[in-house]
């Protein structure tokens, strides 16, 4: 329900709780519209907080009886919670409530996906279980007996006694609200075994829906890997005797790192060769490694307050991306974080939604799950590791885990353990922290007498929240080589803290060509005014990969763009430049195939925008469909050495190596489609014998207009497989023709298995839908119209998901007036819904600024 006005928290605001909390018992008496909640919570004064008010968080509970030291008790109730008058020493409280985890569509709190009971409290949902002080400084132990009839009974912490129809646990670990689990229901369990590196026994379990259990083997892998790799790398040792994983099919987000309980999207957990892609594959072990990681960074480390989300959520990406990197290749994994970066978070920092990695302000913390909080956050401490160096990092990482260990922390605690072991005043890099928008740096070059001088300047437009942006710290590495395409100067380092600074390099016999920002060191853009002759030279020669990459990259935009301002010819030297990489089979298959990828029409239509040009969504589609042909026609010749390259002949493995020659395989199809009409696409979509093949193949029929059978015939194999039906939901709309997507997408949910109230099934439909770009801009606003009427139908039942997919509309602004007041009117016809949430009102309002 709307608020009467809707609240505004600040983090400037922050005071602590009154009360500590000695102990907490939970009995549930689980039923699906009359679930019993009993609590016996143990508070004592809090001689840290001045405030002492008893309030206690709760949404839409029914408050049955509550009682102080055993006596009854009638507190001050209202929708966010109650009050009432308590001793001025320590206590026990008690309460009763009843909630209705089946009719709760939110998936916030307790409820029920698939006749399973389940709970994701992160942020504020612990509120919607019982009364509670439901914040992360508060921090408690738990004791929780589970009754209900069913063979499985699950939540935190180490299995403490159980019998018929109830189980008892116990989290010995004070952890907040936000990390409290439960799950139960009618589970079979996929188990492994892990010994910690003191010698410790722990028990694993992947749970899953009777059916399932044949796809969880790869997952519990990737958890024993991930903590392994945590024990070698980071020095953090698992600490129950027991850690779950259970897969839900119903859930807003990807996965929560509940204490020794993990509740998993289904999607991100469940895989098999026949039924994922080599891309599922690489996510779940991604996810899992960080859902694994945050027992450490988030758990017993936590947040004082949702502002510091990114202390959690920054580091716990980077190191799982440092984890990938470990397992799989380093230059790959970097190249695809940064397109990541530049597809979700920059369009992000550069709109309406711009706000800092700590954010200062907020209505409703959900809608701060960010691109900016997670991955830039992660960027931020990519870039302090490059400042300190690694060992500095690492031990600054000791300090941090021994100093902080069972505390809820601030960014200036982590900052804090930085300049104690570097001796550095990190006063200036806190500006990442504090200051939202992508710096933007450009760079002039000076050659005289054997010394070259590079010259940088940075500059932050302002922002919506913002007026006034200061310089930051930029760490630039930078490499140098001569013409014949030697390393004259070794990646080095270049520490920025001016608006504008230079940095000469000496003793060099001729005037070199600079590699610039090798390995994306600093998450900015980078204007420069290289020479496509400089761009073809360092896509040839550069020794850095992210550069080698990015240079193309460059290339390729720098032509497009051509294409749609000035109606140019596609680029020959970058596509003769391109065609020498890819006739290399010393490189990686997996780095030729993301050297085959193209901008997206959103970055192309960002970088129009930026040189004064309003995008036309048609155009930028037209102009990539026109240097794909040129690319099929110029690479015919090489089609068949990259189809072969790209076959794997050995079983199945989702390993990096298999995936890479796999994805080249996918980028030479998608050219060959274009010079055979799908013929190729439809002998592989025949053959396949695992989801990577198949899907890639039927993308490029659906692409080519030639999949009629192939769609009927995928739905009929595969329409008892939930999560591949979302695949099959999703591409018809992804790679439709750009005129058809919003049809397409209408009809599919009008299909008997569209379901609103699956997040991943709306997904699979209308964020294919947003990402069709082309599709989604269509002229006469009907992408629009569908988008926002099926987000006030969802807004109904899921306040969160809705939120987020409001970001499809963030960049609004950039685009011609007739599309502007669609799009407008789209949003404000989102707003003027009679009671639409607070996660939707906080961000159309936003959006529309
Ligand atoms: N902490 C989780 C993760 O990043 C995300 C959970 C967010 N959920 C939410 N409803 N905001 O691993
Ligand atoms: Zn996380």
């Known amino acids: 329900m709307k608020d009467a006005a809707p609240q505004t928290i600040y983090l400037r605001d922050y005071t602590p709780f009154g009360f500590v909390v000695e102990e907490v018992h939970l009995t549930f008496r689980l039923a699906p519209t009359s679930t019993r909640v009993l609590s016996r919570i143990k508070f004592a004064p809090n001689p840290e907080a001045t405030d002492k008010t008893f309030f206690l968080h709760g949404e839409d509970l029914i408050l049955k009886s509550s009682k102080i030291d055993g006596k009854k008790v009638t507190p001050t109730v209202t929708p966010e919670g109650l009050t009432c008058a308590v001793p001025d020493k320590p206590f026990v409280w008690e309460s009763e409530v009843e909630i209705s985890p089946q009719t709760n569509t939110a998936l916030e709190g307790l409820y029920m996906s698939n006749g399973m009971y389940c709970t994701q409290c992160e942020a504020e949902g612990f509120r919607k279980i019982t ?178 989300l990114c202390l959690k959520e920054g580091l716990t990406v980077f190191r799982d991306s440092q984890f990938t990197s470990d397992m799989r290749s380093a230059p790959v994994k970097r190249i695809s974080d940064v397109i990541d970066l530049r597809g979700r978070q920059f369009p992000e920092d550069q709109g309406p939604l711009s706000h800092p990695v700590r954010p200062e302000s907020f209505q409703e913390i959900n809608n701060f799950y960010t691109a900016t909080v997670y991955e ?40 804090k353990v930085f300049e104690d072991v570097t001796g550095r005043d990190l006063t200036q890099f806190k500006r990442w922290y504090s200051q939202s928008g ?149 490189l990686d298959p997996a780095f030729r195939a993301l050297m085959l990828s193209l901008p997206s029409q959103s970055e192309l239509a960002q970088a129009l925008y930026e040189v004064g040009v309003t995008p036309d969504p048609d155009q930028i589609w037209q102009a990539k469909e026109t240097m794909a042909d040129t690319m099929a026609r110029t690479f015919r010749d090489l089609l068949p050495k990259l189809a072969f390259e790209g076959k794997v002949t050995e079983p199945y493995e989702p390993s990096a190596e298999q995936s890479g020659k796999r994805s080249l395989g996918a980028a030479a199809l998608a050219l060959q489609t274009r010079l055979d009409g799908g013929e190729a696409a439809q002998k592989q979509f025949d053959k396949a014998d695992n989801m990577t093949l198949q899907l890639s193949a039927l993308s490029q029929l659906i692409q080519a207009g030639k999949d009629a059978k192939a769609v009927q015939s995928f739905h009929d194999q595969w329409k008892d497989d939930r ?73 109904a039942k899921n306040p969160q998901t809705t939120a987020r997919m409001c970001s499809a509309f963030q960049t609004w602004r950039r685009y011609d007036a007739d599309r502007q007041s669609l799009m407008k009117a789209a949003l404000e016809r989102i707003a003027a819904q009679p009671s639409l949430s607070r996660d939707t009102t906080e961000m159309v309002s936003r959006i529309l600024g």
């Open 723 to 795: 999560l591949v039906m979302d695949k099959w939901f999703g591409l018809q709309v992804g790679a439709a023709h750009p005129a058809q997507a919003v049809d397409r997408a209408k009809a599919l949910t009008e299909h008997p298995a569209f379901d609103m109230k699956n997040p991943n099934r709306f997904r699979a439909v209308f964020g294919a839908l947003a990402m069709n770009h082309a599709g989604f801009h269509r002229k006469d606003g009907a992408g629009y119209d569908l988008l926002a009427d099926w987000l006030i139908k969802l807004d």
């Open 376 to 415: 830039k956050g992660a960027e931020v401490i990519g870039m302090l590791k490059r400042l300190v160096g690694d060992e500095d990092y690492a031990e600054a990482l000791e300090l941090y885990f021994a100093r902080h260990d069972g505390q809820a922390c601030t960014i200036e605690d982590w900052l």
């Open 438 to 586: 992508t710096p933007r740096l450009s760079v002039s070059e000076a050659y005289a007498d054997g010394t070259y001088t590079l010259t940088f300047k940075q500059h932050t437009p302002p922002s919506p929240d913002q007026a006034e942006k200061l310089p930051q710290v930029l760490p630039i590495a930078v490499g140098l080589l001569n013409p014949n395409g030697d390393e004259v100067v070794k990646t080095t380092l270049l520490e920025m803290t001016e608006a504008e600074q230079s940095f000469e390099f000496r003793d060099l016999a001729s005037k070199p060509v600079p590699s610039l920002l090798r390995g994306f060191s600093a998450p900015v853009v980078l204007e420069r005014a290289a020479s496509r002759d400089e761009q073809v030279f360092l896509l040839a020669h550069d020794t850095d990969a992210f550069n080698r990459w990015e240079a193309g990259r460059n290339l390729a935009r720098a032509s497009l763009i051509a294409m749609v301002r000035d109606g140019a010819a596609p680029d020959q030297a970058y596509l003769d430049g391109l065609a020498a990489l890819l006739r290399d089979d010393d």
């Open 131 to 308: 009364y509670y002080p439901d914040r992360p400084d508060v921090m408690s132990v738990f004791t929780v007996r589970v009754e209900g009839p069913h063979p499985v009974l699950l939540s935190n912490g180490n299995p403490k006694d159980s019998g018929d129809g109830w189980a008892e646990w116990r989290d010995p670990w004070p952890k907040p609200s936000y990390l409290f689990a439960l799950v139960a229901g009618d589970l079979v369990n996929f188990p492994g075994e892990f010994t910690t590196c003191s010698g410790k026994d722990v028990e694993l379990n992947i749970w899953a829906r009777p059916g399932d259990e044949g796809k969880c083997a790869f997952g519990m892998e990737a958890l024993k890997k991930s903590m392994k790799w945590d024990e070698e790398v980071y020095g953090r040792e698992y600490d129950l005797d027991i850690f779950n994983i259970v897969a839900v099919d119903d859930f807003n987000m990807g996965a929560m790192e509940n204490k020794g309980l993990n509740v998993f999207n289904s999607s991100a957990v469940l895989a098999s060769p026949e039924t994922s892609t080599d891309m599922n594959f690489e996510r779940i072990e991604a996810i899992i490694a960080h859902e694994y990681f945050h027992n450490w960074t988030g758990n017993r480390i936590t947040c004082r307050d949702w502002f510091q």
